[in-house]
């Protein structure tokens, strides 16, 4: 059923994709907010309770749900819903336009636009960037959301599946990483009770915890449909120097396994989701970038079938397994 669910799911995005302001995400972001403003009094303890009531909460009850269905109603609603929920936590379309946009004001000639919309999607001056730069930091966007969009959910889905508890893992993926992004120290969501330094630790903690082995295995996805000797060696690289990065390790993965040289603010410990007082690392120049090409234009084609050639993998992996399950 896992198979079926995430085929579904992803071939619904594709043809009808999530608007970007929609009642889900709103409800999010109002959990999140009264649950800091009620749980969260600045005490460690409290942290985590806010934490678990913020991201694990929302899990146990698509749990509870996708019981329901499966024992009362038959495994066809359950399939159901597990394809709603994952059409909602899973897809590339959720961020897949921007990269898009970007990619055909560069192969046009049209560097000021590039920089708008990259301005636009990351809310980041880009007004000053070179070409190249333009296409590292697309780069390195793109993945990264990939990863979190596609292949992480995809991970913890498939695991809490394989144990009978339907879609939670995909929610708990994507709400851990959302409480750590919302009540991160760089977030920028203005209110009136922001969240104290426990609550952003609590977060942050978590997420790298849970994040850990879905990077891994992307890291390793890109690794085996790229160039895998120089992806495992860019892989080691990093982790030795940055243990607790988890973004690091997909991105030095993806470096060697196209040959590409990436770096700077999204190839180090990265300050928005670590918690306080971990060490964050040196800024990292070009000397301490990955080795490889100077990015260009072509890299962005590259990464694109890096991404789909790995998706790809992984369906084939779940239906072999499905098809074991079935004959077993």
């Given at each position: 059923?896992?198979?079926f669910?995430?085929?579904?799911?992803?071939?619904?995005?594709?043809?009808?994709?999530?608007?970007?302001?929609?009642?889900?995400?709103a409800?999010?972001?109002?959990?999140?907010?009264?649950?800091?403003?009620?749980?969260?009094?600045?005490?460690?303890?409290h942290?985590?309770v806010?934490?678990?009531?913020?991201a694990?909460?929302?899990?146990?009850?698509?749990?509870?749900?996708?019981?329901?269905?499966?024992?009362?109603?038959?495994?066809?609603?359950?399939?159901?819903?597990?394809?709603?929920?994952?059409?909602?936590?899973?897809?590339?379309?959720?961020?897949?336009?921007?990269?898009?946009?970007?990619?055909?004001?560069?192969?046009?000639?049209?560097?000021?636009?590039?920089r708008?919309?990259?301005?636009?999607?990351?809310?980041?001056?880009?007004?000053?960037?070179?070409r190249s730069?333009?296409?590292?930091?697309?780069?390195?966007?793109?993945?990264?959301?990939?990863?979190?969009?596609?292949?992480?959910?995809?991970?913890?889905?498939?695991?809490?599946?394989?144990?009978?508890?339907?879609?939670?893992?995909?929610?708990?993926?994507?709400?851990?990483?959302?409480?750590?992004?919302?009540?991160?120290?760089?977030?920028?969501?203005?209110?009136?009770?922001?969240?104290s330094?426990?609550?952003?630790?609590?977060?942050?903690?978590?997420?790298?915890?849970?994040?850990?082995?879905?990077?891994?295995?992307?890291?390793?996805?890109?690794?085996?449909?790229?160039?895998?000797?120089?992806?495992?060696?860019?892989?080691?690289?990093?982790?030795?120097?940055?243990?607790?990065?988890?973004?690091?390790?997909?991105?030095?993965?993806?470096?060697?396994?196209?040959?590409?040289?990436?770096?700077?603010?999204a190839?180090?410990?990265?300050?928005?989701?670590?918690?306080?007082?971990?060490?964050?690392?040196?800024?990292?120049g070009?000397?301490?970038?990955?080795?490889?090409?100077?990015?260009?234009?072509?890299?962005?084609?590259?990464?694109?079938?890096l991404?789909?050639?790995?998706?790809?993998v992984?369906?084939?992996?779940?239906?072999?397994?499905?098809?074991?399950?079935?004959?077993?």
């Open positions: 059923m896992s198979f669910a995430i085929l579904f799911a992803l071939l619904i995005e594709q043809a009808r994709p999530l608007a970007r302001s929609n009642p889900i995400h409800g999010l972001r109002a959990w999140a907010l009264s649950v800091c403003r009620s749980f969260d009094t600045g005490q460690s303890p942290g985590w806010a934490w678990g009531l913020a694990v909460v929302p899990p146990l009850a698509v749990l509870a749900v996708h019981w329901a269905l499966l024992h009362w109603l038959g495994w066809p609603l359950a399939l159901a819903w597990s394809v709603a929920v994952l059409y909602i936590t899973l897809g590339f379309r959720q961020f897949s336009h921007h990269f898009t946009a970007i990619r055909d004001a560069l192969e046009v000639g049209d560097a000021a636009e590039a708008t919309r990259l301005a636009q999607w990351k809310q980041v001056d880009a007004s000053e960037l070179p730069e333009i296409v590292r930091h697309v780069i390195e966007y793109s993945v990264i959301a990939a990863h979190r969009h596609v292949f992480g959910v995809l991970a913890w889905y498939s695991i809490f599946a394989a144990l009978g508890l339907g879609p939670t893992g995909a929610v708990l993926y994507r709400l851990a990483e959302f409480v750590a992004r919302y009540w991160g120290p760089h977030s920028r969501v203005v209110t009136a009770h922001p969240p330094e426990s609550l952003q630790r609590a977060s942050a903690r978590a997420w790298m915890a849970i994040d850990w082995l879905p990077a891994r295995l992307t890291a390793l996805s890109f690794a085996v449909v790229g160039s895998f000797e120089e992806a495992i060696e860019g892989w080691r690289f990093h982790a030795q120097r940055f243990p607790n990065d988890n973004d690091g390790v997909v991105l030095a993965a993806t470096a060697g396994a196209i040959n590409v040289r990436l770096g700077g603010e190839l180090r410990s990265r300050a928005d989701v670590l918690p306080p007082g971990f060490e964050a690392g040196a800024d990292i070009d000397s301490d970038s990955t080795p490889g090409r100077e990015p260009d234009v072509g890299h962005l084609r590259s990464v694109v079938g991404v789909w050639r790995s998706v790809v992984w369906m084939l992996l779940l239906a072999l397994l499905t098809l074991a399950r079935l004959l077993g």
